[in-house]
């Protein structure tokens, strides 16, 4: 149940960034921040966490981006990713951001690829620099209040998570 809640907040969340803050310096992505906190949730059922990861790249296309399927594949990779350093890494706050930070910087830097051969956007540093640190700006902000939130309510409520 936790799981659909944060993400559909996150998707709320989403909404709010992109259409309030449109040509900030914040830049949405804010999914992201929720599918690297909520893998642990997943328990040892990684199969779901990847179904999941890439109907939430499915809807992502469908509602935010219009590059359909794009993102169902990159959500599939970055939650192959987050899941295979969850295994090797210590579940703690520390590991949570920078995993986050890694995971944003990968999937602007391979949407930039992607997009800049196919021609939708000019294929110029500056863009990428301020497309991931300007993510990266309000996913850290929403990630350390969802880490410490998650972590509450699952004491709170003993629900168990993979450390």
């Given at each position: 149940?936790?799981?659909?809640?944060?993400?559909?907040?996150?998707?709320?969340?989403?909404?709010?960034?992109?259409?309030?803050?449109?040509?900030?310096?914040?830049?949405?992505?804010?999914?992201?921040?929720?599918?690297?906190?909520?893998?642990?949730?997943?328990?040892?059922?990684?199969?779901?966490?990847?179904?999941?990861?890439?109907?939430?790249?499915?809807?992502?296309?469908?509602?935010?981006?219009?590059t359909y399927f794009m993102n169902a594949g990159m959500f599939l990779i970055v939650g192959t990713l987050v899941s295979y350093f969850n295994?090797?890494?210590?579940?703690?706050?520390?590991?949570?951001?920078?995993?986050?930070?890694?995971?944003?910087?990968?999937?602007?830097?391979?949407?930039?690829?992607?997009?800049?051969?196919?021609?939708?956007?000019?294929?110029?540093?500056?863009?990428?620099?301020?497309?991931?640190?300007?993510?990266?700006l309000i996913n850290l902000i929403y990630g350390i209040l969802l880490y410490f939130v998650l972590y509450l309510v699952s004491k709170r409520?003993?629900?168990?998570?993979?450390?």
């Open positions: 149940m936790i799981i659909l809640i944060v993400t559909f907040l996150a998707f709320i969340l989403e909404y709010v960034v992109n259409g309030f803050f449109h040509g900030t310096i914040l830049n949405g992505l804010i999914i992201f921040s929720s599918l690297v906190l909520l893998e642990p949730y997943f328990k040892k059922d990684k199969d779901m966490f990847f179904v999941f990861c890439f109907f939430v790249g499915i809807f992502y296309d469908f509602v935010y981006t219009g295994s090797i890494t210590p579940n703690n706050f520390i590991v949570s951001i920078l995993e986050l930070v890694l995971m944003i910087s990968f999937y602007r830097f391979i949407c930039f690829i992607f997009l800049g051969i196919n021609g939708y956007i000019v294929m110029s540093f500056s863009v990428l620099f301020r497309s991931i640190y300007s993510s990266i409520f003993n629900i168990k998570r993979i450390n």
